[in-house]
């Protein structure tokens, strides 16, 4: 069974979330949903934490086949680990360079190994087990017999075999067609000596030549498929040997711009920092994060620069598991129909500024119902004398929805009754509901009167957006109470 699949299996027979084995390994739980999808494989320092999350032996995990130890108790030490590789490859015999020919890397990857920068992840950690005669539990556990001689196992690569079997067959070939002419060469000087007839000389002479052409044939086939290979082969070595710039750019870090030598074709393993009010999305070839996406290691074959991706949260996934995502969810809704009130509001205004003339009460009618729908907690309908369209987003609904997450976890008690505050006054809003609110009959339309009426629009909305935004809880950006009193304040 491949690991991502004994990943999956194995989480649902215990019947935890993704979310759940995430804690467990200290990780996102987006790198859970990678691994069960075979996106990408466990590096060596989480396996022993997944080796308990999932109860079962590392040697499941590393091989697939359960050795019938318990699964892992200590944490993982990356000194300890890194000096025992070391020293199982002293036991072998072996130097950094045979051992890199041996697992098809580069001799540097195998010296990060040892010296702690870099980890083998659990697909590579089979093929070291098998070089260097170890099981993974003796390989975890830091626990072998390093003074008596072991027989080195062999890995293989495919790569090479098949630069192999092409040299062999072009010298079968080669050695084929040699045989061939001087079995001819013999054969003739026996018909020759046997007086054998001159027709029967030729159709044997024919019946060789055209047997010599389609040896040809074959023979110029496989010096083509040598020649590509041999190419792609250089290639390869060529660009191992280039140094690449790795340049990563992060606005939130110290140090903004972190720029890495790296060798070419090299695996460079990537951090994954975190911000109090942020969700780290991962590395990004694009700094707007339309790219290609990049979270636990990029393989270089060029220069190349990577965007830290953030986006903003109110509430830490990983301290409050779904719940959070669920709120966090409704929260960017009411963003997003913050967004649409702004724009009824902009809408609004534009007719105070019309002149009386050309104003149009109906249209300010139906204005003003679609500002006040903002807080309508009913699907829709229409007004038969005035025509006018309620515009329902759901800003109650919303609150309402996190409040009841929020009241289920003890520890978001407060954020409930914030939640519960700001929906008390939205639905307080929505229950004016109608154009007349604002509007006198006996007054003339003129510049005071519609001044007084836009101003009580806008103390209205003022404090609500202000109640909702101090009940979501806004950080380092900038909230829409902020947006909407610097752009549709009486005094602009």
Not at 65 to 78: A, I, K, R, V, Y
Not at 317 to 345: M, P, T, W
Request: net charge negative; aromatic share 14%; glycine share 4%.
């Amino acid at each position: 069974m491949e690991l991502n699949e004994l990943i999956k299996q194995r989480r649902k027979e215990l019947k935890k979330t993704q979310q759940d084995i995430a804690a467990e390994c200290n990780i996102s739980f987006q790198s859970v949903g990678k691994w069960e999808r075979g996106d990408s494989q466990p590096g060596a320092d989480k396996l022993p934490a997944l080796s308990r999350a999932l109860q079962v032996s590392v040697s499941m995990l590393v091989t697939g086949e359960d050795d019938g130890e318990p699964p892992l108790t200590g944490d993982f030490d990356t000194g300890r680990f890194c000096a025992f590789l070391a020293s199982l490859r002293t036991r072998c015999k072996l130097t950094q360079s045979e051992v890199a020919k041996q697992l098809y890397v580069n001799q540097s990857t195998v010296a990060k190994w040892e010296n702690g920068k870099l980890l083998p992840d659990a697909g590579m950690l089979k093929d070291i087990c098998v070089l260097y005669a170890v099981t993974p539990t003796e390989l975890f556990s830091y626990k072998a017999d390093l003074s008596s001689p072991v027989v080195v196992g062999s890995v293989g690569s495919a790569n090479a075999a098949r630069i192999w079997r092409s040299l062999k067959r072009w010298r079968l070939a080669t050695t084929a067609i040699a045989c061939f002419l001087v079995a001819f060469i013999v054969l003739s000087t026996v018909m020759i000596t046997q007086n054998v007839s001159l027709s029967d000389y030729k159709s044997k002479y024919e019946t060789a030549v055209i047997q010599d052409k389609e040896n040809v044939e074959k023979y110029n086939e496989l010096v083509t498929k040598y020649e590509d290979v041999a190419s792609k082969y250089e290639t390869l070595v060529k660009e191992t040997n280039t140094v690449y710039t790795l340049t990563l750019f992060d606005t939130f870090a110290e140090e903004k711009t972190v720029t890495n030598q790296v060798a070419g074709n090299d695996y460079f393993a990537l951090s994954s920092p975190a911000k109090d009010g942020y969700v780290f999305k991962g590395w990004n070839s694009k700094q707007d994060g339309s790219g290609d996406y990049f979270t636990e290691h990029v393989k270089i074959t060029s220069d190349k620069t990577l965007y830290a991706i953030w986006e903003p949260v109110w509430l830490d996934e990983r301290v409050y598991g779904e719940s959070a995502a669920e709120i966090n969810a409704l929260f960017l809704n009411i963003e997003k129909d913050f967004d649409k009130l702004f724009g009824y509001f902009e809408y609004f205004r534009r007719f105070f500024s019309t002149p009386y003339s050309e104003f149009d009460l109906y249209e300010e009618f139906d204005t003003a119902a679609a500002i006040y729908g903002c807080f309508d907690t009913s699907l829709s309908y229409t007004d038969d004398e005035y025509y006018v369209a309620y515009y329902p987003l759901y800003i109650c609904a919303y609150l309402s929805d996190a409040e009841q997450i929020a009241r289920a976890v003890p520890e978001l008690s407060q954020l409930a009754d914030a939640l519960s505050e700001a929906y008390d006054a939205s639905l307080e809003l929505s229950c004016n509901a109608t154009a007349g609110y604002y509007y006198d009959d006996t007054h003339e339309w003129g510049e005071e009167y519609k001044n007084m009426v836009y101003e009580s629009y806008f103390n209205d909305y003022a404090p609500l957006i202000k109640t909702i935004c101090d009940a979501m809880g806004y950080k380092e950006k900038e909230s829409p109470y902020e947006k909407f009193v610097k752009a549709y304040s009486v005094s602009n």
